[in-house]
């Protein structure tokens, strides 16, 4: 019998080898076979224990008591043991190598190969001013990136990957409530309930604090504002899809909330990045969906009313901010125009390599809101290409299931494509890889992508 995925056999469908694993799972319990969530196999229940860890637990703020080289913030434990779960059921299922290389995969080790380069052409000057240790643990940090996307990928079942994405959204507007609860109350569930359970925890200085314009810090669980807005900007395009397919009415407002609760969680937050990524999405779903996306803007109005019931004020706060007498008044936006002129001395000095990947301390040099002038001073233009290919790839593999007309696969691989875009103009607002949250759900994304694109079904079960 040969072995398929949901209603029908996907795009780069191994025969052979799928049938060696169908026949085998015969001999395995319906409970392991089973899609998640209706399966004891421990892998998948691993990876979106992860997932949620992204969106409700704020793990960058706890540093484990546990001595290194690195910082051992509570996400490399808990990739050692998905890690550890991976390596058992391979040698459990007695299964040939089970990673499948596509453009996606080359892409994360070509940026990844890049920046070890970098530090190691630049290690005797990095040793010398100090800034070894800074650059070492910004690449463990990036290696875990590459580990979390090629598990996620090994993972997942293109059979899965709606429940697991249904899922993530269910989290996201968890916590996008529970920005909006910090915005009304003063109450951060993140960091006043949840960090406190973790030994190693430390709170970020300024919760709850106002900024240079006056505006009130929200954080929900990142250490920064931005993370959580960039967060439910990549969260939203999924429950615009689902919204654009849904054909009954229970549908149409579930998903429709969803796309109101996440849009008011990113308000919340009062940056103007919380306005510039809902409207990327929105302007790439029209070019997928022109009329549908059309027929939704009565949702706008229920948006706005919603919006200004649920966090008075911040709609109008964060559109100020755009007019021409604020914008150019804001320090963020001052500093960047001055950004290009101060950095342009370290990136002509190694244009290509840069001088060492997260070898650049903005805090002692110059904070640089901008992901793409950190990578040209970290990696230099080579750096810049191979960060650019990753979503290129992701983006291209995305947009061609999204155009396939396949209606289980199409609408996860659109938003996905989407969410890319997201991505890529948030990066150019800031430090993208600053905020480990942003990263690991790319590489989650990534790796949907690339299961949607190349459907595996001899896939691990443990």
Partial sequence: MEATTGSRPLLGQPVGPARRTGEASLLRPQSQTADWPATTRLLPWALFSFVAMLWLVPFDSVKLPVGGPIDATLDRPLLVLLVAFWLLSVRAVRHRWPLRLSPIHWAFAAFVAIAAISIVVQGETLVRIGEMDLATKQLALLISYLVFFGLAASILRASEVTKMLKAMLVLSCVTAVGVVVEYRLGINPFHDWIGPLFPGYVRP????GIDSIGRRQIF??????????????????????????????RGRILYGLAVVILIAGAMATQKKTAMVGPLVCILVLTAYRPRQMLRLTPLALVLVFVIHFTAPGALGGVVDQFSPGSVNKVNTTQDRVSDYQAVTPDIAEHPLLGRGYGSYDQKKHRILDNLYLTLAIGVGLLGIVAYLSILLTTFVEANRVARSGDPDRGPPAMAASVSICVALVSGALLDFLSFPQLPYLLCFIAAVVFVLAHDRSGRLSL
């Fill in 205 to 208: 200085e300024g919760i709850g």
């Fill in 220 to 249: 929900g669980p990142g250490v920064h504002p931005l993370a959580a807005a960039v967060m439910f900007s990549m969260a939203l395009p999924f429950a615009f899809a689902w919204l654009l397919e849904a054909k009954e009415r």
